[in-house]
């Protein structure tokens, strides 16, 4: 049973070891095709939300944090006794966001995702059923739908 949908948020890992609060989650939460998401994921897509540094803690199990930069210079951490990915950082990260994974959230939130993103290099067995709106690439790419 998910708990209610009042701050703090709460999330963690699959084993339950790392374990984090959100006080507010940011307005940009987003479904991201690029293929690095799918296989960092093991999914068709990933979902991410985001919240400022300040309203973003680790309650439990930190140092269990592993990270994993990629070719491209973004930065994933997970689990390194179960897996779960996390957080997602980009090459250009201030360090003023937390971008995590929405599936993490043991919390109901009374947000939803607003975008797609990347789905130029999506799976090509992956549809898209909603009306949200779709990139090329980021945000700031050509919008497709």
Same mark, same amino acid.
């Given at each position: 049973?998910?708990?209610?949908?009042?701050?703090?948020?709460?999330?963690?890992?699959?084993?339950?070891?790392?374990?984090?609060?959100?006080?507010?989650?940011?307005?940009?939460? +987003? !479904?991201? !095709?690029?293929?690095?998401?799918?296989?960092? !994921?093991?999914? +068709?897509?990933?979902?991410?939300?985001?919240?400022?540094?300040?309203?973003?803690?680790?309650?439990?199990?930190? !140092?269990?944090?592993?990270?994993?930069?990629?070719?491209?210079?973004?930065?994933?951490?997970?689990?390194?006794?179960?897996?779960?990915?996390?957080?997602?950082?980009?090459?250009?990260?201030?360090?003023?966001?937390?971008?995590?994974?929405?599936?993490?959230?043991?919390?109901?939130?009374?947000?939803?995702?607003?975008?797609?993103?990347?789905?130029?290099?999506?799976?090509?067995?992956?549809?898209?059923?909603?009306?949200?709106?779709?990139?090329?690439?980021?945000?700031?790419?050509?919008?497709?739908?």
């Amino acid at each position: 049973m998910s708990e209610p949908t009042t701050p703090p948020y709460r999330g963690s890992c699959l084993c339950g070891e790392i374990r984090y609060e959100v006080d507010q989650i940011g307005p940009k939460m +987003g !479904h991201c !095709h690029c293929s690095m998401c799918r296989k960092f !994921h093991g999914a +068709g897509f990933t979902t991410y939300g985001e919240a400022d540094a300040e309203h973003f803690r680790w309650v439990a199990g930190e !140092h269990l944090l592993q990270s994993y930069k990629a070719h491209n210079g973004t930065v994933r951490r997970f689990c390194r006794q179960c897996g779960s990915s996390l957080t997602f950082a980009s090459s250009n990260d201030s360090g003023k966001v937390v971008e995590f994974a929405l599936g993490t959230l043991d919390s109901d939130i009374p947000c939803r995702p607003d975008v797609h993103i990347f789905v130029g290099s999506k799976a090509n067995w992956s549809r898209i059923d909603d009306d949200l709106p779709q990139y090329e690439g980021d945000r700031q790419s050509q919008r497709i739908k």
